[in-house]
């Protein structure tokens, strides 16, 4: 039988192990975090143009066919109305078309529709509709907190840059419904 090494404090050698590895495992999560929270409070300024909706959304659709393939799911853009013009920064609204297209194949969505349309104070309204499995009641008031995640493997800050993407050009993203048929989230630009 081996004898346990113990420090001046009556610590053995595995207790000393389990605490370093405790701290390690702390550290590398703050890290974590601080990088997650550094994405998040870094938005930059918009660089806003002039974009033709069906272009962009073509393009947002592009990047995601092969994700949205591999998931057995479609995704359509259905503008109600021809030619529908945004004045936004090209990436940084992409980013969010992106973020809620993952999100809903990460729902099990197959289906997956964006439509818009001019709204009654000239905004653009554009809506991201999807059959995956519905937003939990309990979560739908806290998505857009930031570190709020309903996955196992989500960081909890792409609706929260989403939302903050949006204010930043004066415009608005709500998740409007989300049930056993749908969920919908509403995009204004103004």
Avoid at 52 to 65: F, H
Avoid at 69 to 77: I, Q
Wanted: with cysteine.
């Amino acid at each position: 039988m081996m004898a346990k090494s113990y420090d001046e404090n009556g610590h053995s050698e595995l207790d000393i192990k389990a605490g370093l590895e405790t701290i390690s495992d702390s550290s590398k999560n703050l890290i974590d975090f601080v990088q997650t929270y550094r994405q998040l409070s870094g938005v930059a300024k918009p660089i806003r143009r002039a974009l033709d909706l069906q272009e962009l959304m073509d393009s947002v659709i592009g990047l995601n066919s092969e994700f949205t393939a591999s998931c057995g799911a479609t995704c359509v853009y259905r503008p109600e109305e021809p030619d529908l013009m945004i004045y936004a920064d090209e990436g940084q609204i992409s980013q969010i078309f992106i973020n809620l297209i993952k999100n809903a194949l990460h729902a099990g969505a197959k289906k997956i529709v964006i439509s818009a349309r001019m709204g009654k104070d000239d905004d653009v309204v554009v809506q991201v509709a999807n059959d995956g499995e519905a937003i939990p009641v309990s979560a739908q008031e806290q998505i857009f907190i930031p570190f709020y995640t309903t996955k196992k493997e989500g960081s909890g800050i792409g609706l929260s840059i989403s939302r903050q993407i949006m204010r930043n050009h004066n415009g608005s993203i709500e998740l409007i419904r989300s049930d056993a048929q749908q969920t919908v989230f509403e995009l204004r630009f103004r």
